[in-house]
C-alpha cells in the first residue's frame, strides 16, 4: 500500500462512498437472499426474547421434530411408561435387552447395527424384529396404540390410486378373501417377499377369512364331478361313511387335503370311537381289527412273561450270594 493512501482524509472518503453505494442499494424483498453479503454475527445474545420466539432482526423457529423422531420419541415414552407402571419386566428377555439398549441407555441413543453387536452379533433384522415384537407386546399390556408412522414408497400410492382406498385396507380385504401372500403379490404385481414387508410395517396382523376361496385342486374335482365340493364330501363322508384315506384315493388327491376341506366346509370329523364303531361293522376291517388286538395281547403276555422270569432270576442270584 503506498503511504499516501493512508491519509485520514482519502480514508474517510473511501468511507463515505462505500457508504453511500450501501444506502442506494435497492430493498430487497424479505424472502430474497443477498449471498454476496453475510449476516452480521450476534454478539449480544440478551436482547433475544425466547419467550416469544422472536428479536430485533432475528426470530428464533420452533423445531419440527422428523418423522423418526416422533417414532422415537413415542416408542421411548411407551416404555417409560411401562417402566414406571413396573410392567417391563414382564417381556422376554432379549426383547427387554432390545427395547433397554435402544431407549433406556443415557448418552445418544445405539444403533440397530451396534445393538446387534451387543447382543452376541445378531443381524439389523433380527433387532428390529425384536423391538417390534417388545413394542407391540407393551401396547397390549399397557392398552395404548402408538401413532402409525409409514413413509409410503410409489408403489403403495399407485395402488391406492388403482383402488381408492388405503394400502393396509386393501391388504386387509385381499387377505380376507383367503389369498396367500403370493397371491395378493400376483394380484398387486409385487414380490411375496414385498408383500410381507408391507404387513409388517403396517403392523397387519392375523386377518380373519371372510369367504371361503376354492383352490384349482377343488375346481378341477368339481369339473370332474360335476358336483360342488361340499356335497361330493357330505355325501362320501357324512352319508356313506367312507374315511379320510378312501375319500382321498376316490378324489386323487392327498388325505390331509381332504382333511381341510373337510375343516373349511364346517363338516366335523369322526372321534376315535365313532372311527371305530364305522370300521367294525365292515367284517373284513373287524377281523383284522380283532386278529390284531389277539396278536398284540399274545405279544403282551409273552413280554411280562419274560420280565417276570427275569426278574426272579435276578433275585435267585442275589439270595445265593447272600448266604
Known amino acids: 500500500m503506498r503511504g499516501h493512501e493512508l491519509d485520514p482524509r482519502i480514508i474517510r472518503v473511501r468511507i463515505g462512498k462505500a457508504l453511500s453505494e450501501f444506502r442506494e442499494e435497492p430493498q430487497k424483498s424479505p424472502g430474497e437472499v443477498n449471498s454476496s453479503v453475510?449476516?452480521?454475527?450476534?454478539?449480544?445474545?440478551?436482547s433475544v426474547d425466547v419467550s416469544n420466539g422472536t428479536s430485533t432482526?432475528?426470530?428464533?423457529?420452533?423445531?419440527?421434530p422428523?418423522?423418526?423422531?416422533?417414532?422415537?420419541?413415542?416408542?421411548?415414552?411407551?416404555?417409560?411408561?411401562?417402566?414406571k407402571k413396573e410392567v417391563f419386566n414382564s417381556l422376554p428377555e432379549r426383547q427387554k435387552t432390545t427395547l433397554d439398549y435402544l431407549y433406556l441407555q443415557e448418552g445418544a441413543p445405539l444403533c440397530l447395527k451396534e445393538v446387534g453387536k451387543r447382543m452376541g452379533g445378531i443381524t439389523i433384522e433380527s433387532v428390529r424384529k425384536l423391538k417390534k415384537k417388545g413394542l407391540r407386546k407393551l401396547k397390549n399390556i399397557l392398552n395404548v396404540q402408538l401413532p402409525l408412522v409409514v413413509n409410503k414408497t410409489q408403489a403403495m400410492r399407485q395402488i391406492e390410486a388403482e383402488y381408492g382406498v388405503p394400502i393396509d385396507q386393501v391388504l386387509k380385504d385381499l387377505a380376507s378373501e383367503g389369498l396367500?401372500?403370493?397371491?395378493?403379490?400376483?394380484?398387486?404385481?409385487?414380490?411375496?417377499?414385498?408383500?410381507?414387508d408391507w404387513f409388517d410395517k403396517l403392523d397387519i396382523g392375523e386377518v380373519e377369512v371372510k369367504k371361503f376361496r376354492r383352490t384349482s385342486l377343488m375346481l378341477e374335482v368339481e369339473q370332474r364331478f360335476k358336483k360342488p365340493a361340499e356335497q361330493i364330501l357330505r355325501k362320501k363322508y357324512t352319508d356313506q361313511k367312507k374315511g379320510l384315506v378312501a375319500i382321498a384315493q376316490e378324489l386323487a388327491v392327498d388325505e390331509n387335503t381332504v382333511r381341510r376341506w373337510l375343516d373349511s366346509f364346517g363338516i366335523s370329523a369322526r372321534t376315535h370311537q365313532e372311527a371305530m364303531e364305522?370300521?367294525?361293522?365292515?367284517?373284513?376291517?373287524?377281523?383284522?381289527?380283532t386278529r390284531k388286538t389277539k396278536e398284540t395281547r399274545r405279544k403282551l403276555s409273552i413280554s411280562l412273561r419274560r420280565h417276570h422270569a427275569k426278574r426272579r432270576e435276578e433275585a435267585d442270584r442275589e439270595i445265593s450270594l447272600s448266604v
Open 38 to 46: 453475510e449476516s452480521p454475527a450476534v454478539s449480544d445474545l440478551s
Open 57 to 64: 432482526g432475528y426470530e428464533v423457529l420452533p423445531h419440527t
Open 66 to 83: 422428523t418423522i423418526a423422531e416422533k417414532t422415537q420419541l413415542d416408542a421411548a415414552g411407551l416404555v417409560a411408561l411401562a417402566r
Open 180 to 196: 396367500s401372500k403370493t397371491e395378493i403379490g400376483k394380484r398387486l404385481h409385487a414380490s411375496r417377499r414385498t408383500i410381507k
Open 278 to 289: 364305522i370300521a367294525l361293522l365292515d367284517p373284513k376291517k373287524r377281523e383284522k381289527i
